[in-house]
Every structure is written in C-alpha cells, then in structure tokens.
C-alpha cells in the first residue's frame, strides 16, 4: 500500500511514466498535483504583477496594458480568481499526468472521488466561495444592503452576490464542449461553416467614418453615458491576472499563441490600419474562470461541464459603482475622519468650490497624459480617481457623473444630520445609501429603460411592480453582460461635447474627440470640472445607431490610442469576449426570445429590413445560426420606442424584470420605505440632481430627451428637489439612531416647510479653491 502511495505522489512531482493504481486518485496525489499547481500559479501572478507595475510606471502605457488592468480582480474578486486558478490548473495537472499514464483520454476527475473532490475544494479556497453565510443574525439585515449583497434573498444569500457566476439562459457552446472558446481551433466548424475573423467582421460591417454621424433627434448624449454607468453597477468581468501561459509561460502581450489564458485576436489579410502578417494579432485576455467550472465532473453551481465567468459586482441596482461592491472598498471610500457618514473627496482640488473625488493611492502612469495630450511637458500631471468601480476614469463624461452622485450622497448626508442630530455616521451613511439606491431603480425603470426596449416590452416585462419573488434569480445572465447590454457601443459620439452656461460650445473648454478623454482626470481638474460636460450630456444628442453607420472609429480604430502604439478595437473585442464565454449564436437567441429563426439570406434581409446587410454577413458567416449574439443584435432595426432590436429588447428586458422581482430590498416592495418617502423620491429626476449639485443653472426636465419644444431649457429653481422631510425621526430618550419602536418613526413637518436644498442650491460655497 505504501509503494502504490509513492507511485501516486511520482506523477506530478517527477516521472510521468508511474502510474496510479486502483480504481480512483488518492489525496496524496492531489495534494502534491494542489502545491505544483499552485507554484505555477503564484509564480504567474507574480511575474504578471511586477511586469504590469513596471509598465504602467512609464512614461508610456500600450492599450491592451490599459485594458488588462481596467479589468484586473482586486481583493476578495481576486482571492475568487485567484481559487478558480488553483483549482483549474490542479485539475489540469491530474489530468495531463493520467493522459500520459493511460495512454488514451481519460477524464481525470471522473477518477477522483468525492471525498478527493471536497478536499481540493477545500485547499483551493473553492469551497469558501459556496459556503452559505448566516443571515438571520446579521444586524439590519431587513434595512440596509450589504455591500456584496450577499443575504439578499435569505434562503439562498449568494444569489446575486458579488463574485458569483453570471447566469445561463441557454448552455455555453465552447469548442471542446467544456471551456475552449469558440473559434480556439480555427479549423473546427460550426453548422459546416467556418467562424469568421471578429476583426474581418468588424471590418466588413462596423467600418465607418466620423463624418457620417447621425445624431439622434429625439435622446441626449445622456442616454448613452447613464446605459454606460447603469452597466457599470451591473456587470464587471474580471480577466485572469496572470499575463502568461500557465501551461507554457508564454507571455500574451508576445505571441498570438492561443494558450490559457491569452485568447489574441488575429488580424486579417489586407487590414487597413493594422499589419496583417502570420503572427500579426490584437492582445487579448480571457475572462476569469469561476470556481470548479470547466471541468466536467466537479462544479458550483451552472452547467456542470462547462466554464462559467464570474460578475464581481452584484445583480442588484445599488450603485455599487458609488459605493463599491466588496466591503473593503467600500469602506475605504467612506470618509473615517469624522463622525459623519460622508463619502471621501479630493483633499487637493475643488471643481468651483465643489467636491471631486478622491485620487487612487497606487501612484501609476494610466492617467498621466497630460503631457504627451497637451504636448506641455511642464504640465502638471495628477493620478487616476478612485471610485466604487475601477472604470470611473474610462471616460471624462463618466467621471463626471460618478462626481455628481458622490456630491449627493454628501448633500443628502448633511440635510439627514440636520434633520436627525440624533443619528450616528453609520445610520447617516445607511439611509443616504439606501436613498440614492433608489434613485437609480426609479430613474433606470421610469426615465431610461422605455428609451431603449421601448413601449411593447415596457408594457409586457416592466410595467407596475409586482412584488418581491424569492424564487425569482436576479443574477446577471452572461448575454446580457458579455453583449446585450453593449449595445450602447453604437450609441457613442466621437465628440464629448463642453458646453458654456448658454449651452453653446465652451470658448475656454471645447469639445474633446473621445479617443482624447480615456484616462484624463486633469481634464476635470484643470479644465473647467464637471459642469461642462454634464451640459455636454444633457444639451447634445446621443449618436444614432444605423445599419450604414454604427461604430465611430475613436471606439473601433482608437481605443485607448493616448500612445503611440496598437490601439483596440472594441467591436472585435465585444466579439471576441462573447466567443471566450461560449456564448450561443443568433439564431439560438431568437428561438429562446420566441423571434423567428432565419435560414437564408432572403429570410435574413425580411429581419434586418435590409438586403445589402444580410448579404455582407453570410459572406462572412455562411449561415444565420453563427451570427455572434453581440454582432446579429446591434445590427436589428429598432422596436417601436426604443434604440435596440426585437432580439436585444427582449433580452434587455428580461434582465431587469428578474432584477426587480428578484430584489427584496426593492424600493417600492412595502417596508423598504414609508409611503411617504416613496411619494418624495417619485419627484426626484436626473435633472433635480444635477441642479443640486453642479452650478448648472438651467437644465431640461427630461435629462435623457433632446432639448426641443416639449422639453425647454428649465430654471433649477423650478426643478423639484428631493423633499427630505418624510425621513426624520423622532428620538427615543436614549439618543440612539433608531426609532423607539425600531421601526422608521417619521414626523412630518408642516407642509411649507421644505428641508431641502432647493432655495440654496446656487448660493456661493464658503471654499474657494478654484481650479487652475
């Protein structure tokens, strides 16, 4: 027995030609396969880190680098990845050591038994990402959200939690059947048709110039920019860290060699901006795995054979992206220095007086462009912002409003103190929090989402509330994250508009061409902060989507391009990620949403509404069925209402309705808040909030619908404002935070009394710091 266990502990840690003996592989076996796993993982992580800090720290940073470390796991995200690594690459090693042995394929964890399964999970730290938390004990558990919204629904408290996998509404289709993406062997058919390039695609379908923008004529920018920031408190697909090989130690960023986790995208002959040699291709990585995923007999939860992908953020609209999606992010952007409940602001700058946010500590070149933008090379440069979602500096406009909602919740902070002395930092925090949760529920439900799906799913899917269903799963689903909702994509102008007090291009701050806003926080710093952009947002229309002109070339040709090197090009990418997720094609999307299924040409141009169209994407695809989702989606006429097609507004759709159903701390879900709270926050828009909190002094009352007859330029004066009397509270003789009979005690005051900020929102601030 002895000499069979030291056979065993031989085959991962020197000769491959031992063997196992029995039936099933022992612990000890697993144990030793566990720590050389866990070696060539470490060391990747390692090597990765250091390589990215080493890049990052110069003068000049690649784009796919800038990429990369957008999407890199941080903290209890990366402790996930960092376990569905161990986990994967232990699996790995059993497997190609009993490949070795036996000579022919054998699934290594079919030989493995339970009692070796749990323990791997246990070593890995795979298991701790299922256990299920206690919540009935937790304190305020039916008040207040926790940050990863894990207890959420109490009888299943990881659904919709942080750092689970996004959900299947139909089974992934990898290339094995397990976890290689599609097109990973690129002579492999599907429907007997080879998948073409997503560059080749991209180029044949998506090419466009700038200077055949169609705007808009009934939507602002806006529109555009909140589905960007919506999507931010939604979904985040973290990549793995490491940036090489874990099987060969190939580096990603110097080979298009398809190995895990590298997924490069090739290059097409004759490409017009990019050299199409043999070994010419676009660094791109895979998303991280989830625990347990993607091989065949061991998993968490989803399709037990195939690979799933991890959502770092919750399911629900919290506004995570404000308030972070860990608990130690988000008490790391809390303002611990006083007893107030306050966010964290920018100690260096003001924006006229007003708050901005606080820079990130990690002293890193990502955001230090002002120089080679400016061609000054005695500007003073000024690192990232830090927010509740690492995206907050992709774009000024985004920034602009990630700033606008940490400005509120600090202005609401002040009114609840003054209303309720009584009331600790962490009751202040907690119902300011809960407030503006709110906020984005109503204005995604009432003011966004009925411009997008338009009115038939609006009436279908997302009228009047029903109420609270815990069996409802509010989890994102992976086509929803990884290409519906990026249908926002096609929506962007290549312009940020900056727009003066008279809403006309701004004489000091013009416009910025949107290749020239990624990662440049000095622009709000030192260029007239956040006030001209939201007018930008507001007072100019988003770009239209049409089938002849869809994506403008600062996306396509110039992601990223604040460098001189190779810029990405966001349409193949959203292709690409689909493919890494296994994500099923057209066809199968439309059978699921009860949309016919086109078999031809004919039959595809009756769907696009559009022959020429039909034609240039069998050319590329050979048949309907391996449209990718991302790429049939956005090409679809829109539905009555609405910016997206039939396929996309059903998908769409259906994600926020299980969103909302799924949600026990829903706003409008009876004892969340008092009738009275909810009457006050029916009256709050975008609109009031920007006026609230910007100098701004005219706004339309519809943020989100171009400014025409029907929706005049407003005196914030006339604009609502969030009446906060509803939320204060009687004290109990103690001095606690709570009402005295634990539930929330509201006194109204009289009814000409308005404890908002309304009638000061525009007097001067006692801080002057202007901007330089």
């Not at 690649?62 to 402790?79: A, E, G, I, M, Y």
């Not at 099987?247 to 490409?271: A, F, K, L, M, R």
């Not at 507001?538 to 992601?559: C, F, S, W, Y």
């Not at 595809?604 to 034609?615: E, G, H, I, P, T």
Request: aromatic fraction near 8%; charged fraction near 20%; charge should be positive.
């Amino acid at each position: 027995m002895l000499f069979s266990v030291f056979i065993m502990l031989g085959i991962c840690l020197v000769p491959t030609h031992s063997k196992p003996t029995g039936d099933h592989l022992g612990s000890p076996f697993l144990q030793h396969c566990f720590e050389e796993a866990k070696k060539i993982v470490d060391d990747a992580y390692k090597y990765s880190r250091e390589e990215s800090l080493r890049r990052v720290r110069r003068d000049v940073v690649s784009p796919h680098d800038v990429l990369r470390l957008l999407k890199q796991p941080r903290s209890d995200t990366r402790s996930a990845v960092r376990s569905a690594d161990y986990m994967a690459q232990t699996l790995r090693l059993v497997h190609d050591r009993v490949h070795r042995v036996h000579k022919r394929s054998l699934n290594a964890t079919d030989l493995l038994t339970a009692e070796d399964l749990n323990k791997l999970a246990e070593i890995t730290g795979c298991a701790a990402r299922t256990r299920l938390p206690q919540c009935r004990n937790t304190p305020n558990i039916n008040k207040y959200r926790t940050a990863t919204s894990v207890c959420n629904n109490l009888n299943n408290p990881r659904l919709g939690a942080a750092n689970t996998p996004f959900n299947r509404w139909l089974p992934a289709e990898y290339d094995d059947g397990i976890s290689q993406p599609k097109g990973w062997n690129r002579s492999r058919t599907f429907n007997n048709f080879l998948l073409p390039l997503v560059r080749q695609v991209s180029n044949n379908i998506l090419s466009t110039t700038d200077a055949g923008v169609v705007n808009d004529r009934e939507f602002s920018h806006m529109v555009t920019l909140f589905g960007q920031w919506n999507d931010h408190d939604l979904t985040f697909t973290p990549f793995s860290p490491s940036i090489r090989s874990f099987s060969n130690g190939v580096n990603c960023d110097e080979s298009c060699e398809h190995t895990e986790p590298c997924t490069p995208i090739q290059i097409p002959p004759g490409d017009r901006r990019l050299p199409s040699r043999p070994d010419s291709c676009i660094p791109a990585f895979r998303s991280a795995p989830a625990c347990g995923t993607g091989y065949s007999a061991y998993n968490f939860g989803g399709d037990p054979n195939k690979r799933e992908q991890i959502n770092a953020l919750t399911a629900f609209l919290d506004l995570g992206q404000v308030y972070g999606s860990e608990e130690k992010l988000a008490l790391n952007l809390r303002n611990l220095s006083s007893d107030s409940g306050l966010l964290r602001v920018n100690t260096q700058f003001r924006d006229n007086g007003r708050e901005l946010l606080p820079f990130h500590p990690l002293q890193v070149q990502m955001c230090a462009t002002r120089r080679r933008v400016t061609n000054n090379t005695n500007a003073r440069e000024v690192p990232c912002f830090i927010a509740g979602d690492v995206r907050v500096d992709e774009n000024i406009a985004l920034t602009s409003i990630h700033t606008l909602f940490v400005r509120e919740h600090n202005r609401v902070i002040r009114r609840l103190k003054t209303l309720n002395p009584q009331w600790d930092s962490e009751t202040l925090y907690q119902e300011a929090r809960k407030i503006l949760g709110a906020y984005t529920q109503l204005f995604v439900f009432r003011d966004y989402l009925p411009h997008i799906v338009g009115t038939e799913a609006m009436r279908r899917q997302l009228g009047r509330y029903p109420g609270y269903n815990p069996n409802v799963d509010p989890s994102i689903a992976n086509v929803f994250a990884t290409a519906a909702y990026r249908f926002a994509h096609l929506a962007i102008q290549p312009v940020l508009f900056r727009l003066d007090a008279n809403y006309r291009e701004h004489p000091q701050f013009p416009s910025v061409p949107l290749f020239k806003a990624f990662f440049t926080p000095w622009r709000v710093i030192f260029e007239g902060g956040i006030d001209p952009l939201l007018r930008g947002l507001i007072g100019r229309p988003a770009k239209l989507n049409t089938q002849d002109h869809m994506m403008v070339d600062a996306l396509r040709e110039r992601l990223f391009e604040f460098v001189q090197h190779l810029a990405l090009d966001l349409g193949s990418l959203n292709m690409q990620r689909g493919r890494d997720h296994g994500l099923p094609g057209y066809n199968a999307w439309r059978k699921f949403c009860g949309l016919s299924q086109p078999r031809n040409q004919a039959e595809l141009a009756q769907v696009l509404n559009n022959s020429d169209l039909a034609r240039k994407m069998l050319q590329l695809y050979g048949t309907p069925a391996n449209i990718d989702i991302w790429m049939g989606g956005v090409a679809e006429p829109f539905v009555q209402g609405g910016r997206v097609g039939p396929l996309f507004a059903c998908l769409i759709a259906t994600q926020f309705q299980r969103i909302r159903q799924g949600d026990r701390l829903w706003y409008e879900k009876p004892g969340v808040f008092t009738s009275r709270q909810r009457a006050a926050l029916a009256s709050v828009t975008l609109s009031s909030i920007i006026c609230d909190n910007t100098g701004i002094t005219s706004v339309p009352r519809d943020a989100f619908s171009a400014i025409s007859n029907n929706n005049r330029l407003t005196q914030c004066s006339s604009i609502p404002s969030l009446n906060l009397s509803a939320w204060r509270e009687q004290p109990c003789s103690s001095g606690s935070g709570a009402s005295c009979d634990g539930t929330q005690g509201v006194n109204d005051l009289p009814e000409d009394v308005n404890p908002d900020d309304s009638d000061i929102r525009h007097m001067p601030f006692v801080e002057n710091n202007e901007i330089h």
